[in-house]
């Protein structure tokens, strides 16, 4: 009885070390740690209006911190919010572009803001709120520049 049970206890033992070990051996690392180029990690929204005596027409204003993850400094030019379908219909803004044109240093981060104007004539605040996602993706615009080694 003993046996079998000192036999049971070493057999969890020996599974446990070689689980530890599998994930030392594969890198077992977060998502983040494992991401590389230009990241999101926080947006804010708001929405509130343009003028207070007409609440037909709104402000969408947004915030987006922009992470170089690479180990080199990336050169942004400019970003493009994607609207979600619903909201891009109200949208009145012709050129959703932000232009940025300044590099992002290595594992730094930088604070774009950008707003845009939408119709909200005939909607409730309720009505607002379902429009959601505002923002579905975001079209970032970068340049790099690679050095080309002639043979003289």
Known sequence: MQKRRLTALWGISF?????????????????KDSKSGLQIYSITTSIGA??????????????????NEDSEKQYVKWIEPVLGDSFAKRVTNQDL?????????ANENIEIEGELIFDSGD???????????????IKI???????VETNN
Do not use: A
């Not at 594969?26 to 998502?31: L, N, Q, S, V």
């Not at 204003?61 to 992470?67: A, D, E, K, P, V």
């Open 97 to 105: 572009k932000v232009n940025i044109n300044k590099p992002i240093e």
């Open 141 to 147: 615009v970068s340049e790099k520049i690679i050095n």
């Open 15 to 31: 599974f446990l070390s070689l689980l530890m070990t599998g994930c030392s051996i594969f890198d077992c690392r977060t998502e």
């Open 50 to 67: 343009i003028d207070n005596n007409n609440f037909d027409i709104q402000r969408f204003s947004y915030s987006i911190y922009l992470t």
């Open 123 to 137: 909607l409730s605040k309720q009505d607002i709120v379902d429009l959601e996602p505002y923002i579905t993706d």
